[in-house]
């Protein structure tokens, strides 16, 4: 390793569905985030490690920052911006095709004055050049960003570009993690997002955001070097448990049954996967759910 190896803490921060956890998988080449066009899909902070010959950075794909509704908004609201005091460098993601609006200026009032912010005009493949350049005079009059860099992070347009921009903010520094680890998040976690994104992803608009995934066991079950994985999908309501198992159980099993080929990919190996629906009800406000969960504030 020479001695001018760079490393640092990178967070990703932005109105909830602007791209972060697309922009995280693009840039990892391996899916840890969950994705999904619903808003506030992400709950905990989620680490990816990017790492090449000349730098390791560390990528905090935080919840989207927005006026809480509940405990479980709250806790994710605290998250990302507990996290804007620990990082070497923030990027502050936005929508080029949704324009400035009030939860722009809510992040912004938020962001501080002493780290280098990024502002990044994500989706550029949804807009024409002459719609972007406005939209960067308007955001150059609102905050002193360091660099103001348009992406697409679901083309890839641009993202090489940026990756060279943070050699020039990074400080030489020591590699955190191994050249080939992606996040610092264990097995069970991104096993756990995965089932979630698929519930999310099937049952649109029913089934909100009152899904939480309990991973209650991973286990080799000694054939075929078939790995074992036993999960709960917790919801708050009966009607709710009805149309996550569906009609005949059709939609638990196809549930499982795209979760369980992401699975197979996350770990290499054949996996059996079984599924069970449980009803907390009103959980998202109940602290002793959200720690049972996995939602534990005092990690933070």
């Given amino acids: 390793m020479e001695n001018n190896f760079k490393?640092?803490?990178?967070?990703?921060?932005?109105r909830p569905n602007v791209g972060k956890s697309t922009f995280m998988n693009r840039v990892i080449g391996q899916k840890i985030a969950i994705m999904s066009d619903k808003a506030q899909t992400t709950r905990n902070k989620i680490q990816g490690v990017y790492t090449d010959k000349e730098k390791q950075i560390i990528f905090i794909d935080t919840p989207g920052i927005h006026k809480p509704k509940h405990k479980l908004g709250d806790f994710m609201?605290?998250?990302?911006?507990?996290?804007?005091?620990e990082v070497d460098a923030i990027m502050f993601m936005i929508n080029a095709d949704e324009g400035y609006g009030r939860g722009d200026q809510f992040i912004i009032d938020k962001l501080p004055k002493n780290t280098p912010v990024f502002l990044i005009i994500n989706k550029i493949d949804l807009v024409t050049p002459d719609e972007l350049l406005p939209l960067i005079e308007l955001y150059k009059d609102k905050f002193d960003f360091a660099e103001i860099i348009p992406i697409s992070a679901l083309e890839g347009n641009n993202v090489d570009h940026l990756?060279?921009?943070?050699?020039?903010?990074?400080?030489e520094g020591p590699q955190f993690y191994p050249e080939d680890q992606v996040t610092d998040h264990p097995e069970r976690f991104i096993i756990a997002e995965l089932i979630r994104e698929k519930v999310l992803h099937l049952t649109r608009e029913e089934i909100p955001h009152s899904v939480a995934v309990v991973i209650d066991q991973i286990s080799n079950r000694g054939d075929n070097e078939k790995v074992l994985v036993q999960a709960s999908i917790i919801v708050e309501r009966k009607s709710q448990k009805g149309i996550i198992i569906g009609k005949q159980g059709s939609m638990l099993k196809e549930v499982g049954k795209r979760a369980r080929?992401?699975?197979?990919?996350?770990?290499?190996?054949k996996v059996?996967?079984?599924?069970?629906?449980?009803?907390q009800e009103n959980w998202r406000n109940k602290?002793?759910?959200?720690?049972?969960?996995?939602?534990?504030?005092?990690?933070y």
């Fill in 163 to 171: 990756m060279n921009v943070f050699d020039k903010y990074l400080a």
């Fill in 272 to 279: 059996y996967l079984e599924l069970w629906v449980k009803v």
């Fill in 77 to 85: 609201v605290k998250i990302a911006e507990n996290t804007l005091s």
């Fill in 261 to 269: 080929q992401d699975i197979e990919g996350l770990l290499g190996s």
């Fill in 287 to 299: 602290p002793h759910h959200l720690y049972e969960f996995g939602f534990k504030q005092d990690e």
């Fill in 7 to 14: 490393s640092g803490f990178v967070a990703i921060i932005g």
